[in-house]
């Protein structure tokens, strides 16, 4: 699995959470890295931030399931101007998954098939995904 945020503590925070709930799971930074990425690692799943400078997330969304189709995709944001974008990939045949954002990491693990790992993995005052990390 891999987390492609251009926030690297969220990214980072992410990945750490998904890996104490028994994933393995790896953060990469931009929508380019998640497009080099997918055709080294051919991830399972990939959870990506839409807004990101470069490639956005529903760019690199739509050319990994193009080489992966197998590779499940969610994607998360917070930003008004997801709709916008989403709404284009529609138009070309592409759905994706959306979370808002902030999302509970609780939430996420329930989302990825994981609820038993939640209680385990989320510290005592949990941190919320936001577009900037902030505590609960």
């Known amino acids: 699995m891999r987390i492609a945020d251009d926030e690297p503590i969220i990214a980072d925070t992410l990945a750490i959470i998904l890996n104490q709930a028994g994933f393995e799971a790896r953060a990469v930074y931009s929508g380019e890295e998640a497009l080099?990425?997918?055709?080294?690692?051919?991830?399972?799943?990939?959870?990506?931030?839409?807004?990101?400078?470069?490639?956005?997330?529903?760019?690199?969304?739509?050319?990994?399931?193009?080489?992966?189709?197998?590779c499940k995709i969610l994607l998360f944001s917070g930003q008004a101007v997801t709709s916008d974008l989403l709404e284009e990939a529609r138009i070309q045949n592409h759905e994706f998954e959306v979370l808002a954002k902030p999302i509970h990491p609780t939430d996420l693990l329930i989302k990825l098939g994981r609820p038993e790992m939640s209680a385990g993995a989320i510290p005592e005052k949990p941190l919320l995904i936001t577009d900037k990390l902030s505590r609960r």
């Open 36 to 70: 080099i990425m997918a055709k080294s690692i051919q991830p399972d799943l990939l959870i990506s931030d839409v807004v990101m400078t470069g490639i956005t997330g529903i760019a690199a969304a739509i050319k990994i399931r193009a080489d992966l189709p197998s």
